[in-house]
């Protein structure tokens, strides 16, 4: 059974930089064809994807939002880390990770529950 | 970027009626089109993933066509738990991997 779940801090202040961990199991993002990604939801609006990290190292992210992000993976620990920098009130979201297999074409099967974060002074 | 127009954006419909949501790619995107159900304060759920194919665990109500630029989503009977907001996203082209704007439906 695989799932997912984020942790990080709840509240943020502008300017700082965030740091979400998306902890694993029933999978190894070390077997080929597994990707795991980020995606965030403001409150009340649509879903935005913020990048992904595939079993081979290779990393993708929003071009809109590539400047600030960085994503990496501990396979040892099974975790993988999405880091952003100088946080405004408008990345106020709820912040996802899901497992993204080759089998499914990349699509994401299983999400974590969510964190919600709040950037505000 | 391949942007994603879903119609309508907002939907009010009965138990029991048919219900069609439609995805729209500003470029073509072969059949990498997947779609989401997602009910207030949950993470979305996949219900189908390569345009047309059921997700494990999806009832079969639920069917999703299309390829190139145009896809639906169709619920053949609506039950009270499919009362909720779906995403189409597109996998052809990214990043970015695009969301479209979602559908709510909602209790008429």
């Known amino acids: 059974q695989i799932t997912l779940k984020e942790s990080g801090p709840t509240l943020v202040k502008p300017t700082q930089t965030l740091t979400l961990t998306c902890t694993f199991s029933g999978f190894s993002l070390s077997t080929s064809g597994v990707g795991v990604g980020w995606i965030r939801q403001p409150p009340g609006k649509a879903l935005e994807w913020l990048a992904l990290?595939?079993?081979?190292?290779?990393?993708r992210y929003s071009p809109s939002l590539k400047s600030r992000l960085t994503i990496t993976k501990d396979t040892s620990k099974n975790q993988v880390v999405l880091t952003m920098t100088n946080m405004d009130p408008v990345d106020t979201a709820t912040y996802y990770c899901a497992h993204s297999p080759y089998t499914l074409a990349f699509a994401f099967d299983i999400w974590g529950q969510g964190t919600m974060v709040t950037v505000s002074s | 970027d391949i942007q994603l127009t879903q119609s309508p954006s907002f939907l009010s419909a009965s138990v029991g009626d048919r219900v069609t949501i439609t995805c729209r790619a500003s470029q073509g995107i072969s059949s990498y089109l997947a779609w989401y159900q997602q009910k207030p304060g949950k993470a979305p759920k996949l219900l189908i993933y390569a345009a047309s194919t059921l997700q494990s665990g999806v009832p079969s109500r639920f069917s999703g066509s299309g390829s190139g630029t145009e896809f639906t989503l169709t619920i053949s009977s609506l039950q009270p738990e499919d009362f909720a907001t779906y995403y189409c996203?597109?996998?052809?082209?990214?990043?970015?991997?695009?969301f479209g704007g979602g559908t709510k439906v909602e209790i008429k």
């Open positions: 996203q597109q996998l052809n082209s990214y990043p970015p991997l695009t």
């Open positions: 990290i595939y079993w081979n190292d290779d990393k």
